[in-house]
């Protein structure tokens, strides 16, 4: 019985390691960590516990620097999704780049409020970065940005 026992907890063990290593294919950031796009729109942002919001009687711009650890994509592509809550439309466009600074890849999007999906974004290297901009409709709020890694 105490075999039997120790086979199930490893098994279960097992199983829940798989699922760990699964889920560090994606990444999730809290829209509170975006930045007004143009100094000027500084007073037009507010940061809250749950995104950005645009303050302001317009729409304005965004901008979200992104980390990614890239640990299950060594050539592939990245998608992102953006949750925002607002009316209007919301435009997104993601961008890649290399160590250099050069541009890898840019993709856009734009959507009603809830979930927006930008598809395929190419995989810079392990020395570039990302970044995201977006056109937030007035008094609306960017929540949740979620990128997944796919080789």
Known sequence: MKRLF???VAVVF???AGLASAADNRQNFNGGGCDNYYASDVSDFNHQTNGIRNVSSSSAYVHCDLT???AMNTGGTNFVWVR??????MSCTMMSRDVNGNLVSTVSNSGAPGWISIPAV????????YSMYCLLPANARL???SMSEVD
């Open 143 to 145: 929540e949740t940005i």
């Open 68 to 70: 990614i650890d890239e």
């Open 6 to 8: 120790i086979s199930v």
């Open 122 to 129: 190419s995989d810079n290297d392990i020395w570039g970065n």
């Open 14 to 16: 097992g199983a829940s």
């Open 84 to 89: 925002w809550a607002g009316t209007g439309t």
